[in-house]
Antibody, heavy 120, light 107 residues
Framework: EVQLLESGGGLIQPGGSLRLSCAASGFTFSDYAMSWVRQAPGKGLEWVSSIPAGGRATYYADSVKGRFAVSRDNSRNTLFLQMSSLRAEDTAVYHC?????????????WGQGTLVAVSS | EIVLTQSPATLSLSPGERATLSCRAS??????LGWYQQKPGQAPRLLIYDASNRATGIPARFSGSGSGTDFTLTISSLETEDFAVYYC?????????FGQGTKVEIK
């Protein structure tokens, strides 16, 4: 059974930092491009960042570029998102998402998400 | 950035009816468009990728069509479990973008 289990969310003050983790199991993690997609309360989906299977490139939404950094450890089947200079508008549920060639790298596997709340 | 505009915002239908959802891109995304279903309190689920390919385990009543800038998700006969919010998403360009969603509600 495929599982993506996010952790590391919580309440943080504006300007603070958090590191999200996503533990993957049930599939060959190293074959999958991984992404973070967030959803603010009551709002739609917003792509945040992606990293290919090999991890040699990274991609970011303009809204987080320069503040967030995505990385992965294929030996530990884990995806990370280092978030800094957090703002109120970063408040959202952050989903860890995976996609592979079989579905042309669309977002096939989703975690339930971890809530990040930025507030003073 | 490619903007995806979904219509209508809300679709009120009865079980057994046909649902037709639209997604229009601000520029061509070729066939690199997907559709997702999200139910309250759940993570989204991939329904359709590359405009017309059903993902694993997706019932045949879901179908996708289109290319370029205009795409359609059709649910041929609504089941009660299909009432949800549907999002389109493009992966032709960075940044990846989603539409704002269409809510399919019970009439």
């Amino acid at each position: 059974e495929v599982q993506l289990l996010e952790s590391g969310g919580g309440l943080i003050q504006p300007g603070g930092s958090l590191r999200l983790s996503c533990a993957a199991s049930g599939f060959t993690f190293s074959d999958y491009a991984m992404s973070w997609v967030r959803q603010a309360p009551g709002k739609g989906l917003e792509w945040v960042s992606s990293i290919p299977a090999g991890g040699r490139a990274t991609y970011y939404a303009d809204s987080v570029k320069g503040r967030f950094a995505v990385s992965r450890d294929n030996s530990r089947n884990t995806l990370f998102l280092q978030m800094s200079s957090l703002r109120a508008e970063d408040t959202a549920v952050y989903h860890c998402v995976g996609g592979a060639a079989v579905t042309n790298y669309f977002f096939e596997y989703w975690g339930q998400g971890t809530l990040v709340a930025v507030s003073s | 950035e490619i903007v995806l505009t979904q219509s209508p915002a809300t679709l009120s239908l009865s079980p057994g009816e046909r649902a037709t959802l639209s997604c229009r891109a601000s520029q061509s995304v070729s066939s690199s468009l997907g559709w997702y279903q999200q139910k309250p309190g759940q993570a989204p689920r991939l329904l359709i990728y590359d405009a017309s390919n059903r993902a694993t385990g997706i019932p045949a009543r879901f179908s996708g069509s289109g290319s370029g800038t205009d795409f359609t998700l059709t649910i041929s006969s609504l089941e009660t479990e299909d009432f949800a919010v549907y999002y389109c998403q493009q992966r032709n360009n960075w940044p990846r973008t989603f539409g704002q969603g269409t809510k399919v509600e019970i009439k």
